[in-house]
């Protein structure tokens, strides 16, 4: 088993920045991607980033509809994965999920490829 836990969440103002963490305990750290997905009340789940190792370092991909705005990191010392988020909107107003798998690189941007996921950590944005 693996836990995750995320944390950095809350209410902001349109144009704020928050980010937000994701600690991992439970399995070894570096052998997963690492993702993060939001879920707006009646709204699919959504994909917001991912990061996985690779040789000499780990790759990210950030989604469509946050890239600019949003991005991520990794530090497998410290079992962390963080989402750094600027410019911040009313749309960005979701429950944010960090979620843990191992997958082929097309299926990053999947959910159900993640097996591992936190609590979710809420971010309200107010115009």
């Known amino acids: 088993q693996m836990q995750l836990v995320e944390s950095g969440g809350g209410s902001v103002q349109a144009g704020a920045s928050l980010r937000l963490s994701c600690v991992a305990s439970?399995?070894?750290?570096?052998?997963?991607?690492i993702g993060w997905f939001r879920q707006a009340p009646g709204k699919e789940r959504e994909f917001i980033a991912t990061?996985?190792?690779?040789?000499?370092?780990?790759?990210?991909y950030v989604g469509d509809s946050v890239k600019g705005r949003f991005t991520i990191s990794r530090d497998n010392a410290k079992n962390t994965v963080s989402l750094q988020m600027n410019t911040l909107n009313p749309e960005d107003t979701a429950v944010y999920y960090c979620?843990?798998?191992?997958?082929?690189?097309?299926?990053?941007?999947?959910?159900?490829?993640?097996?591992?996921w936190g609590q979710g950590t809420q971010v309200t944005v107010s115009s």
């Open positions: 979620a843990a798998g191992n997958m082929i690189t097309s299926e990053r941007l999947n959910h159900r490829s993640y097996v591992y």
């Open positions: 439970g399995r070894t750290f570096r052998d997963y991607t």
């Open positions: 990061a996985a190792n690779s040789r000499g370092g780990y790759r990210t």
